[in-house]
């Protein structure tokens, strides 16, 4: 049989459920970095206008493993010399002040990026550049005179937001978004490559011992196509309850 | 100073070295990664176009082979696939004496045609959702027009269908080609030495992950830009009917 997994399958489902949470935790990330840039794309500060092109030009521009490797590999080395230097200039600040002060490490003098971590971070920022046109795209699709109204009813910034802006744009939105969400449970798959026990390192690691790579890579390949249908059901309950009833 | 002068002083710092010495890595991982694309994006259309009709079918039959294929490659990881050929085939080829899996054995063994292959049957299911919603956008009336004037079928196809169809599907398309090449980064993973690989290579030697990984991402960034560029002037080109006329 093709499919015996051989007592693997717990490994598998364990792997599964880390690509999962990578999958969500990105997700969360980018739509706050994809909020935070569409609003600074749109925003009339120039400086921010420049700083969110640039971001969506160069996530773009570059393959996301790539920028997982950066992340990854370059990301410890900047976050310990940073640590290391404010420790020096605070010591260094302490010891002017009082010729005894001995030496602290008021940060951490080695952090470990987990693979995890940089992960989440890698992916999240990828899609957040993704988000941002998405979102950017769909605020300017609200109409203007309705913004403008509720602010003449007093609204605050907040609540012209929350009350007539999200709703309105979430409309717009949900298309684009939802094509992001399968790009980027796509993408959780490269995980792999930087070391986490993800499903797909599971199925290598599984595949290696059996023999039997091909069954188990097929096995992950059925489960994301899994993952797929659910989304795209969910997306389009959700697509339903955001459309306009027209008679 | 002098341009001698100029040099010797630029060449100091520790990237220009590193560029200097690593200079022709780069290039040829460039360059394998540009002919791995256009040979996977170039083969991919002839499984893209009968894939794309076969898709629009009414014929179950017909439909459904299509269909999987594309629901397949579309659904699951590139690297999945990747995997799934470059290291899955020897659970079916090694050790085979069936004559078919002795003799393609052989090309299994190499990275570069399981990359190839991963990569146009990939390219192939996307282009395919391309063409047959190019095809389905023709307006029924200029088909109508057409056989009003009393053409065939085949000049209806080469002279309405086809060119009007491509016209439409090119700007999905150049996404799709800069899409091909951040994916073919992936190539790096499984021992091939392009743009990704090359930077492996020199982060190893150097543990100089900012260079080896930056660099790597500037040269795919101006790849990218050079794509979009050409893609523009084609669009230009071909769509050049949409432009508004010059008073």
Not at chain 2, 195 to 206: C, E, H, P, Q
Request: aromatic content about 16%; glycine content about 6%; overall charge neutral.
């Amino acid at each position: 049989m093709l499919l015996d997994l051989q007592g693997y399958e717990s490994t598998i489902l364990s792997g599964a459920w880390v690509t999962l949470q990578v999958a969500l935790l990105s997700l969360f990330v980018a739509v706050v970095l994809g909020m935070l840039g569409a609003l600074a794309k749109l925003s009339s500060i120039t400086f921010l206008r420049w700083w969110a092109t640039l971001y969506t030009t160069v996530i773009r521009g570059i393959p996301d493993l790539i920028l997982m490797m950066l992340i990854f590999f370059g990301g410890q080395i900047f976050i310990n010399e940073f640590n290391v230097t404010i420790n020096d200039w605070l010591n260094e600040y302490f010891q002017g002040q009082d010729a005894a002060h001995e030496w602290v490490s008021y940060l951490p003098d080695y952090v470990d990026v987990s693979p995890f971590f940089a992960g989440v971070a890698t992916i999240g920022f990828i899609f957040g550049a993704y988000m941002a046109e998405t979102f950017r795209g769909a605020i300017i699709a609200v109409d203007k005179g309705q913004l403008e109204a509720a602010r003449a009813y007093g609204m605050s910034s907040w609540m012209v937001f929350r009350r007539v802006m999200f709703p309105q744009m979430m409309r717009h939105a949900l298309p684009g978004f939802g094509n992001n969400w399968l790009v980027l449970l796509k993408t959780t798959a490269l995980v792999s490559i930087i070391g986490l026990e993800d499903m797909v390192k599971a199925a290598g690691d599984a595949g290696g011992s059996t023999q039997m790579p091909f069954t188990f890579y097929f096995v992950v390949a059925l489960v994301f196509l899994v993952f797929t249908a659910i989304s795209t059901s969910l997306l389009s309950h959700a697509e339903k309850k955001y459309a306009i009833v027209s008679r | 100073m002098s341009l001698e002068a100029f040099f010797l002083w630029f060449s100091q710092f520790e990237y220009v070295q590193l560029l200097i010495n690593e200079w022709p890595l780069y290039l040829s991982g460039l360059w394998t990664t540009l002919w791995l694309v256009a040979l996977s994006l170039f083969l991919g259309l002839f499984i893209a176009v009968p894939a794309g009709i076969m898709n629009n079918s009414n014929n179950w039959a017909i439909k459904f082979p299509a269909w999987a294929f594309i629901y397949f490659f579309r659904g699951t990881p590139l690297l999945i696939q990747l995997f799934l050929i470059y290291y899955g085939a020897g659970q079916f080829l090694a050790n085979n004496e069936h004559p078919i899996a002795l003799a393609i054995w052989p090309w299994f063994q190499e990275a570069w045609f399981c990359a190839l292959l991963a990569f146009t049957l990939n390219t192939g299911a996307y282009t395919a959702e391309i063409v047959r919603g190019s095809i389905n956008t023709m307006p029924s009336g200029e088909i109508e027009a057409a056989k009003a004037y009393g053409l065939s079928r085949f000049k209806i196809m080469s002279r309405i269908v086809l060119p009007s169809s491509f016209r439409r599907a090119l700007p999905a398309y150049s996404n799709e080609v800069i899409f091909m090449l951040h994916g073919s980064a992936l190539a790096g993973v499984v021992t091939i030495v392009d743009l990704t690989g090359a930077a492996r290579i020199v982060n190893s030697r150097y543990y100089a992950p900012f260079e080896a990984f930056i660099t790597a991402g500037m040269l795919y960034m101006m790849t990218t830009f050079v794509i979009v560029f050409l893609f523009k002037k084609w669009e230009a080109r071909w769509h050049k009917h949409l432009k508004p006329l010059k008073v």
